[in-house]
């Protein structure tokens, strides 16, 4: 099982940025994707998954973005970002009836400047 994300970057406030998340060998019964992100000094959080239907953090609600593209990459497309969504972001992926995502990525940095 390998999940890869990518397009981490530095963007100014404002700005935007689409991550990618690479899926390979995942079971069958996985069927939920999601995002989260771990800034200095804090706990990781959750902030968009998408199953059936996509699910965000209040905290990103209307300004991201959870889709599935051609390739079945699991894309975040970030908007209107801000300083405070600075962090370290992961994908993630589990089975709907698993209480714990169990695969995870190695995670992509993303840096929002004021």
């Known amino acids: 099982v390998q999940l890869q994300a990518s397009g981490g970057g530095l963007v100014q406030a404002g700005g935007s940025l689409r991550l990618s998340c690479a899926a390979s060998?995942?079971?069958?019964?996985?069927?939920?994707m999601g995002w989260f992100r771990q800034a200095p000094g804090k706990e990781r959080e959750f902030v968009a998954r998408?199953?059936?239907?996509p699910r965000y953090a209040d905290s990103v609600k209307g300004r991201f973005t959870i889709f599935r593209d051609n390739a079945k990459n699991t894309n975040l497309q970030m908007n209107r970002l801000k300083p405070e969504d600075t962090a370290v972001y992961y994908c993630a992926a589990k089975s709907r009836s698993a209480l714990r995502y169990d695969y995870w990525g190695q995670g992509t940095q993303v840096t929002v400047s004021s």
């Open positions: 060998g995942l079971p069958f019964s996985v069927d939920t």
């Open positions: 998408l199953n059936e239907t």
